[in-house]
């Protein structure tokens, strides 16, 4: 709901700072393999329950998210960039609860499996929307320049990363936030399936 905004604010300095990681000769997979380390890094952290340590490395994972396209852009994007981009970004949005339930099971462990299976449901439809979208010819710039069509929804990435902090801010309230944003969560997805239906439903299949 917030990324157009938000991009609006942070594309102009991750450009600048991608066209000098690109000078520098670093790769957008090799920043993008980076982000993922600060990431499971920060899960780590968190299920040892070092939780400011975890928050700052949290941070650091989604600024080189931020940065691996603004590289990509100043060099060539890729479609293997683009798929290592949101496989690696599936694998840390798991990491992180993963890492709560670990860091406390009886308090976290049930809330922490309902919102992996919200993200579990919100990634299907993610990913089964941006094929019949890149099927249909369908284009979007609006959440910036990405490989993937990026479906319009209640929660994206800017949410995501605000509860991932308050989670790591308030330790002790991850059961309630959880629950909260698995439950965001859910309508998110169950509206991307209906808008997919809006779209799509009367479309017929190519031969």
């Not at 609006?8 to 690109?22: E, F, S, T, V, Y």
């Not at 040892?48 to 998210?65: C, E, M, P, V």
């Not at 099927?135 to 490989?147: D, F, H, I, Q, V």
Request: glycine share 8%; proline share 2%.
């Amino acid at each position: 709901m917030l990324d157009s905004s938000m991009r609006k604010i942070i594309d102009a300095p991750l450009n600048r700072a991608g066209k000098w990681l690109a000078k520098a000769g670093i790769s957008a997979n090799g920043v993008t393999l980076a982000g993922l380390i600060l990431g499971l890094i920060a899960a780590l952290f968190i299920a040892l329950h070092a939780y400011t340590l975890g928050l700052i490395f949290l941070l650091l994972s989604r600024i080189a998210d931020g940065l691996d396209g603004a590289v990509a852009r100043a060099t060539q994007k890729t479609d293997f960039g683009g798929y290592f981009d949101i496989v690696s970004d599936f694998l840390f949005y798991g990491a992180i609860p993963l890492a709560f339930a670990i860091a406390n099971p009886e308090a976290n462990a049930i809330a922490a499996g309902v919102l992996l299976l919200a993200f579990y449901f919100n990634g299907a439809t993610f990913l089964g929307y941006a094929i019949l979208a890149e099927r249909n010819r369908l284009t979007s710039k609006s959440k910036g320049e990405k490989n993937l069509f990026y479906a319009d929804g209640l929660l994206e990435g800017t949410e995501t990363i605000a509860f991932l902090i308050a989670i790591c801010i308030w330790p002790n309230l991850f059961m309630l936030l959880a629950y909260m944003f698995a439950v965001a969560t859910f309508y998110t997805a169950i509206m991307r399936v209906w808008h997919a239906y809006k779209v799509f439903g009367s479309m017929v299949k190519p031969k």
